[in-house]
């Protein structure tokens, strides 16, 4: 997921409502725009998102990165407000706001003190439907955008070497391409291009509007009505199917790269809740089986990889539930001084071997329920993630309604269940395994200082 | 009447109208049996509580041993009392509570967010106290969490903006504590021993130099009890002593280290101010239009907005108990690092002569003011910023009159402050990368 400005800490793990919470007040306008609005008043905020159904997977060859590039330029000006005076507006009123793309979607947002939400509503109710993409603008921001992915991924071994996995794990998906896109993808976008992929996607009955604060629902629906009602729909694309097809045995990849340390990632192909069919209690089993591995400190990667075996310096385990195509469970770490990257790779298999082998114990399985629910009412701490969970439930295509099935539907995954999954999923026909392999880099901090005065004028 | 005037009456009539008055949190203080200083704010709506326990042990207090402040609290939670670290993350985990440790320059941190469910917190605050006071820096965990540590820093040397940071720092405050990163060297790293966390820890992890906060859905009695528990281990100590105050520079230096990334990494600036300084609310409100509010300020209209430059360009000051730096920091293509450099710097000195418009002053204000609710909308945040209230000694209104103290600043007010502090002669520049040759 790439933002526009600054990167937010995103914690991607699920919640749900139970009796005493907060509703979710659902609205559908005439154009077919989506509104869902949840009442918080714990203070006189409210944060405003705009989800659209469009992301790097919406994607094809040769264009990749356009998604994000779209978003970058949904700052630059529409007929009624000329560049940068989104940004501008917004900071009047004592908002923040900023924008981020992910595979699965686009989204913007912005932050307010509760009776600024016209403003947030009338500004993204215009560039919903009339963004300039003025071509002297874009030639700038391609070029922050090229920034960005120097900064992101092309200076960072670790993103880059992830991004090498992607593609290689996905043989169709177009979940193998990054978000940002390929250096020369985003070289050669046009405005012509944005243009195209605007008029495509951007219209009321592709976006999902969500509300969380200090508000009225009623009193929200009316709001909507009047700034986004006017829009006209689109005849939106045919979303083709893209599935990735059945992977037909294991596959492995050596990155060299300037780095420091060593780095492994393995990721199995696995169903997502979206594409899991009927048998949806696996995706939830899954769902655990990355708590049981890397759900907190007493996790087994922690206490058995890093602290007993003491073979890895870090290790991580993960799945998305929510992801709109079947996607990854990955495992990664970094190997101590000492150890290689087989030997690690040795112990992070044997822990799959176990959650085939073995049952969880009882109190393991307690203790990622636990957690679930605590976190769960944490998560109500934060406005702005509870509307994350909204829309990106909503925008992938399961409905919000989804966020509130998931305490329960992780509360009834048995030790069993989880067994099955592993022996089902966790094997080695689905299994992509990457190793980064450091090439040398000159000494970093402790490199002797070059230090001279430049001399100039500009250092004055 | 100016046109000056009219606007700014017109700004308060905005305010008055459309952003009704928000009552600030009160904050709650008194002082524990122990000594140690409480900061409480009850809240209503969620069944959790939020406590940070903050102590004047950060890697100021490392001496010549860099990176000892870091790992002493990095090692609190891998065994403390009867517990090792498994029966510790056990403990807290089946009971769903949260547990961070941290170190900054000033402070070392530990936070607790635990459901307000009486058992669960009960549990969740016992251990809490047992890492705090009894943490057993055992030396097979001492052995392994040193290599990690070492690990760590060697990982930073493969981050060209981790190096720029570095540099910066040591080219600003010299032999200051303030100079090196907090996890340390490799070379200060090693020789230290578990006897150098013990020790450090008997010192600095007391009760008379903590702070606690606690913000959540509690009463004041059972705060007091959740305070007394929580620091019921630890000596009564003292509080650290005073830093000494960071040498000032009287000259412009730039260091260039080469690193083969694609893009260049570019710190410049100059130590600033304390988290007391007279002319805090000037400065902030001046790098709030210079280079603080992300894409409208000064900085990124420049160096990206109008040049596409940079992906992040910004300036700002970092308050610290003693002076903390001011700093302008952005990365770009190798090629072009010196004119995007050249870009921000002619930025700073223009507003540093001249100080902002009437126009930008107002519309920070309005930024300032009008979001100012967004700060503290959460538990969470609360607590932060409850945390740094408390720590500076600022008085406990400071939230309360933080708008008003906005409000009061003027287009003179900062001018004057920033011709005083931002002095173009003074600056250090860093650059790392390919374009730093």
């Known amino acids: ?460 | 009447m100016s046109v000056k005037r009219v606007s700014r009456c017109l700004v308060l009539l905005f305010l008055l109208i459309s952003a009704p008055v928000y009552a600030v949190p009160e904050i709650q203080h008194w002082v524990s049996p122990q000594g140690g200083r409480i900061y409480f704010v009850p809240t209503e709506g969620l069944p959790l509580l939020d406590v940070r326990v903050v102590f004047d042990a950060g890697s100021a207090r490392d001496a010549e041993k860099f990176g000892l402040a870091a790992l002493t609290s990095g090692m609190l939670d891998t065994g403390a009392g009867d517990w090792d670290a498994d029966a510790i993350a056990q403990r807290l985990e089946s009971v769903g509570a949260s547990l961070g440790t941290g170190v900054s320059r000033d402070t070392a941190w530990l936070s607790l967010r635990s459901l307000t469910h009486p058992e669960k917190l009960g549990v969740a605050l016992e251990t809490g106290r047992e890492i705090l006071a009894r943490p057993r820096f055992e030396q097979k965990d001492f052995d392994r969490e040193k290599n990690r540590t070492l690990l760590a820093i060697k990982q930073r040397g493969e981050q060209p903006d981790d190096l720029a940071e570095i540099a910066f720092f040591q080219a600003l405050y010299g032999n200051h504590p303030y100079a090196h990163p907090q996890e340390g060297f490799t070379e200060t790293v090693e020789p230290l021993t578990r006897e150098d966390l013990v020790d450090f820890h008997k010192r600095y992890y007391v009760a008379k130099n903590a702070i606690v906060v606690i913000v959540g859905e509690v009463k004041r009695a059972d705060a007091e009890s959740i305070a007394e528990k929580l620091l019921s281990g630890l000596e009564q100590g003292a509080v650290s002593p005073a830093l000494s105050a960071p040498e000032p520079i009287h000259s412009v230096e730039t260091v260039k280290r080469p690193f083969p990334s694609e893009q260049t990494h570019v710190r410049a600036g100059l130590i600033g101010m304390t988290a007391t300084d007279p002319d805090y609310f000037p400065l902030y409100v001046g790098n709030h239009i210079l280079g603080g509010s992300g894409l409208v300020s000064r900085i990124s209209e420049e160096v990206r907005e109008k040049r596409g430059l940079s992906y992040n360009a910004y300036s700002y000051f970092m308050p610290l108990r003693e002076a903390g730096p001011f700093q302008v920091g952005l990365q770009t293509r190798n090629d072009q690092a010196e004119e995007a450099l050249r870009v921000a710097l002619k930025t700073v000195k223009d507003f540093a002569a001249n100080g902002p418009t009437d126009k930008e002053l107002e519309a920070a204000k309005k930024n300032i003011i009008g979001g100012f609710v967004l700060r503290l909308d959460s538990n969470q945040k609360l607590t932060e910023q409850v945390a740094i209230v408390a720590f500076y000694n600022r008085p406990l209104d400071y939230l309360a009159r933080f708008t008003e103290k906005v409000e009061a600043v003027t287009r003179e007010d900062i001018k004057r402050a920033f011709r005083s502090r931002v002095d173009p002669d003074k600056l250090r520049t860093v650059l790392v990368g390919g374009g730093a040759k």
Do not use: C
Request: aromatic share 8%; no cysteine.
């Open chain 1, 1 to 460: 997921m790439l933002f526009r400005g600054l990167r937010l800490a995103l914690l991607v793990s699920p919640l749900s409502l139970h009796a005493a919470e907060p509703a979710v007040h659902e609205f559908r306008l005439d154009n077919g725009l989506k509104l869902l609005v949840q009442e918080d008043h714990r203070a006189p905020a409210v944060v405003s998102q705009v989800w659209y159904k469009v992301g790097a997977s919406y994607e094809h060859g040769g264009i990749t990165g356009i998604s994000h590039m779209l978003e970058h330029m949904m700052f630059k000006g529409t007929e009624k407000h000329p560049p940068g005076e989104f940004s501008r507006i917004i900071a009047a009123n004592g908002g923040r706001e900023n924008a981020f793309t992910g595979q699965d979607y686009t989204a913007y947002f912005q932050t307010l003190e509760k009776t600024r939400l016209p403003v947030s509503f009338e500004l993204e109710a215009d560039r919903m439907r009339y963004l300039l993409l003025a071509d002297k603008e874009f030639k700038k921001e391609q070029q922050v955008v090229l920034e960005e992915r120097r900064l992101r991924t092309d200076d960072q071994p670790r993103a880059k070497m992830e991004e090498h996995f992607q593609s290689l794990a996905y043989t169709n998906s177009p979940y193998k391409n990054p978000v940002i896109g390929w250096p020369d993808d985003v070289g050669g976008l046009t405005v012509d291009d944005l243009k195209y992929w605007y008029g495509l996607w951007y219209a009321p009955n592709n976006a999902t509007v969500v509300i969380v604060g200090d508000v009225n629902p009623q009193e929200v629906y009316t709001l909507a009505k009047k700034h986004f009602g006017p829009l006209k729909p689109s005849k939106l694309p045919e979303i083709k199917p893209r599935g990735e097809v059945e992977q037909l045995g294991p596959r492995r990849m050596t990155v060299h790269l300037p780095a420091k340390l060593p780095y492994l990632v393995m990721g199995y192909k696995t169903p997502a809740l979206r594409t899991i069919g009927q048998e949806d209690w696996e995706a939830y089993a899954l769902e655990v089986a990355a708590g049981i591995l890397d759900g907190g400190n007493s996790a087994r990667l922690s206490s058995r990889l890093v602290r007993g075996q003491q073979v890895a310096a870090s290790a991580g385990a993960g799945y998305d539930l929510y992801s709109r195509l079947s996607n990854l469970f990955t495992l990664e770490g970094t190997p101590v001084q000492g150890k290689t990257l087989q030997a690690l790779e040795k112990a992070l298999r044997e822990e799959i071997r176990r959650l085939q082998d073995e049952s969880v114990s009882a109190a393991e399985l307690e203790r990622v329920k636990a957690q679930v629910l605590a976190h769960h009412v944490y998560q109500r701490d934060s406005m702005f993630y509870q509307a994350m969970q909204l829309g990106a439930t909503e925008t992938v295509g399961l409905g919000w309604k989804t966020i509130q099935e998931y305490v329960d539907k992780v509360n009834a995954v048995t030790a069993e269940q989880i067994q099955q999954v592993a022996r089902k999923y966790l094997i080695d026909d689905r299994l992509s395994v990457a190793y980064l392999e450091p090439l040398p880099l000159p000494e970093g901090a402790k490199a002797p200082e070059e230090t001279a005065p430049m001399g100039g004028d500009h250092v004055r």
